[in-house]
Each structure stands twice: as structure tokens, then as C-alpha cells.
């Protein structure tokens, strides 16, 4: 008798993790796992900000699949995902096309432009490692350029970051300590050099608690960020940033753009007949589509409404591990004909990096954090995480342990 096939797609926080578990809890005649990723390798999102700063080598931040999975009971194929047939039960990728008995879509996410102009081709992301690599090489070819001009170029020294929400202020955080290193490996007068953020609420971190939000900003100032809220980006050009506010349009010189203001599903969900909102699948309790009970979808594809105030739950990381638990009980109860769960999130806590040093948390939505002890509590998380994925000898090689300095 053929065995079911489980195919994932996506290796990114739902989709390892929901891989991680299938192998350890199902029997290797119970079904044939299949992990399709385009790269060979996962990698911890919440560090992109400290890859592209330049503060943390990418190598630390990507973790070769092979060496996380069990090769006996999950086959991985790294291809592109073209396409999803969800009526005929297959996926098309660049290279073949897959028939699935169950899928998970855990595709990810994308930059959303809303449309701005020039924003797509002229500003930098930080949303996977070769983006983050790329920025903070184009930072660094600044700064020796700007040493080298004899007519400088003060656009060369203005890093304009459009957002102030945790991407956005963490890689602030990032950038603000690492401009002292390159200054000094220039010859650059630090004060030369400007970082702006522009945010279209009233004040940085919106939604977050009010104290932490203003600790951030004092925090970042303090290192020389300039906060420039209530304005919106109208146009990116590959030399300056058109913004808007209080009704009087600004101009800012930059040669170096990022976008951290906005991310949308990957646009395969859409295209692939998927009923969608916003962009993504509002999934069932269990973490099926509506429309496909052998369908599920976890992370930043999969929309789930917060019914004490109507507000979808952000795509956080902590939310798609969460839903990694649920998706691989209730795929293994599907096998065994058992009853689904629902899947109920767990707000623990939130932290927000400031820097290596800096940071604002909250646990339990009451206890609050400033600091190093922020700090600490961030790398714990992240270590937690790293032993949940790939067990002591992940944590040893990958984790973080310099936690009071």
C-alpha cells in the first residue's frame, strides 16, 4: 500500500519546525515526507537586521538543512515553487511537479510596495539573507567611497530606513553601533554621517507599550538616529527619498534606502486559486484552508483573526512555531483518523533589539524590560529556539552566549 505524502513547502520557521516534528513523531510506514525549500539552508529571520548592519556574519545566521533533518525519513528537494494545483493536488516547481495526499504552504513572506514609486528598484530589504548580505555591502562601498572622492558626496553617508516598526528599529540599532567601526576604518568624521527613519504613526514601535516605544527612540537618538514620524514615503530615487509631511513634501538626500515598512504573503498563495484576504489564507481553527481539508498553512501565508479585537495576529515567529505545534498534531491525526485540534495563540512576550547592548521587552503583556536585562531575555528566546530545532549541538554551534556585553 502507497504511503501518504506530505509535502511542505517553505522551510522557514512553521515549515522546519513543522518538518522537525512529523519526523520524530510519525513511523516511517506511516507516511513519505517531502521538504521543498529554494535555498539549502534555514535561517533565523530575527538576526537579518544584525546581517545586514553588518554586526553578525551571515554564516552564523543560516543553518544547512541536511544537518537538521533525518535524511531516512524526509526527503528535501531545494527547488522553486512555481505554482500550487490544489484542485489536481499538485505542486509545480522549476524542475519537476509534485503530487501531495497533505501540503503545508508555509511560503513566507514578500516586501510590500503599496505602490510607491521607484521604491521596488531603487530600495534595499532585509528580508532573506542575500538581501541583507547585499545591503551591507553597499553600505561599506559607501563609506570607501565617500573616503576616496575628492568632491564628497554627502549622499553617500545618509541611510534612510522607512519604517519604525521592529525591522526597522532593530537594524537602526544595529547600524547606529556599527557606524563608529567604519568611520574609524575610513577616516570619516562620525558627525558626517546621518540616520534617518521615517515612520507614517506618531511615534516608533505603533502598537507597542507607549514606555518601551519612547525607550527605543531615546535609546537610538542617543547614538545619533533622527526620527521623522507622522510622514509618509512618496517616491525612492537612487539619490534621494521624496517624503511627505504635515502636508509639505521633503526632500532627503540618500544613496542608501531601506524598506522595512511593510510584507505581504508570498504572491504564489494569490495566483495559485486560494481564497485569500489581504493577501493570505484565512485559515480554519485546525490550520486548514476553507476550501481544502488536505491543505494547511502556517506563518506568514496563513491569517488568523484575533477575536477580542477583530486585528489579525502578527506574523511573528513565535506565532508560526506556535502553529508548527498544531499543524504537525493535526497532520499525524489526519493519518490516524483522530480528532483535529484548534490551534489558540500564546503571547508570551515580545522583545526588540537595540543593539547589542539595548533592547525593550514585555512578558505576559505586564512585565517590562529595558537593557541588558532585555538583552539577555532576547538571547535566551533565541537560544530556546535553536535547542528546539536542532538539539544541544545546534545551540552550542549557533547560539548566543555573550550575554552581559
Not at 15 to 27: A, D, H, P, R, Y
Not at 59 to 75: A, C, F, G, L
Not at 189 to 195: A, F, S, T, Y
Amino acid at each position: 500500500m502507497k504511503k501518504p505524502h506530505i509535502v511542505i513547502l517553505g522551510a522557514g520557521y512553521g515549515g522546519i519546525m513543522t518538518t522537525i516534528k512529523l519526523q520524530k513523531s510519525l513511523n516511517m510506514n506511516e507516511a513519505e515526507i517531502t521538504l521543498v525549500n529554494k535555498n539549502d539552508y534555514h535561517y533565523q529571520t530575527t538576526w537579518l537586521h544584525e546581517n545586514a548592519a553588518g554586526t553578525l556574519h551571515h554564516d552564523r545566521t543560516r543553518i544547512p538543512i541536511r544537518n537538521i533533518i533525518n535524511q531516512e525519513k524526509v526527503n528535501f528537494i531545494q527547488d522553486k515553487v512555481i505554482l500550487i494545483k490544489p484542485e489536481e493536488k499538485k505542486v509545480k516547481l522549476s524542475e519537476v511537479e509534485l503530487s501531495y495526499d497533505i501540503l503545508v504552504i508555509g511560503l513566507g513572506f514578500e516586501a510590500a510596495t503599496f505602490g510607491i514609486t521607484g521604491l521596488a528598484e531603487n530600495a534595499f530589504s532585509i528580508g532573506n539573507i542575500k538581501n541583507a548580505r547585499l545591503l551591507r555591502e553597499h553600505i561599506e562601498y559607501n563609506f570607501a567611497k565617500y573616503s576616496e572622492q575628492q568632491e564628497k558626496d554627502p549622499a553617500l553617508l545618509h541611510i534612510v530606513i522607512g519604517g519604525g516598526g521592529f525591522t526597522g528599529i532593530e537594524f537602526l540599532g544595529e547600524i547606529a553601533n556599527r557606524i563608529p567601526e567604519l568611520c574609524k576604518e575610513y577616516d570619516i568624521d562620525k558627525n558626517l554621517v546621518r540616520i534617518i527613519n521615517i515612520e507614517g504613526s506618531s511615534t516608533v514601535l505603533p502598537g507597542f507599550d507607549p514606555q518601551l516605544s519612547e525607550y527605543a527612540m531615546n535609546s537610538l537618538e542617543a547614538r545619533g538616529v533622527e526620527f521623522i514620524t507622522g510622514a509618509l514615503v512618496k517616491e525612492c530615487h537612487p539619490d534621494k527619498v521624496i517624503i511627505e509631511k504635515n502636508n509639505k513634501t521633503i526632500h532627503v538626500p540618500t544613496a542608501t534606502t531601506i524598506w522595512a515598512a511593510g510584507v505581504r504573503a508570498n504572491s504564489i498563495v494569490g495566483k495559485s486559486g486560494f481564497t485569500t484576504n489581504k493577501g493570505k489564507i484565512e485559515v480554519l481553527s485546525d490550520m486548514r484552508t476553507p476550501d481544502y481539508k488536505d491543505v494547511f498553512v502556517i506563518g506568514d501565508c496563513a491569517l488568523i483573526i484575533n477575536p477580542e479585537n477583530g486585528e489579525p495576529y502578527p506574523p511573528t515567529a513565535q506565532i508560526a512555531i506556535q502553529q508548527s505545534d498544531i499543524v504537525a498534531h493535526n497532520i499525524k491525526a489526519l493519518l490516524r483518523r483522530e480528532d483535529l485540534e484548534s490551534f489558540e495563540p500564546i503571547i508570551l512576550g515580545t522583545v526588540a533589539s537595540l543593539g547589542q547592548n539595548d533592547a525593550v521587552g514585555i512578558l505576559n503583556n505586564k512585565y517590562k524590560f529595558y537593557g541588558w536585562k532585555a538583552t539577555v531575555l532576547k538571547k535566551i528566546i533565541d537560544n530556546r529556539y535553536l535547542l528546539k530545532l536542532g538539539g544541544f549541538s545546534l545551540l552550542i554551534k549557533k547560539g548566543k552566549f555573550n550575554f552581559f556585553y
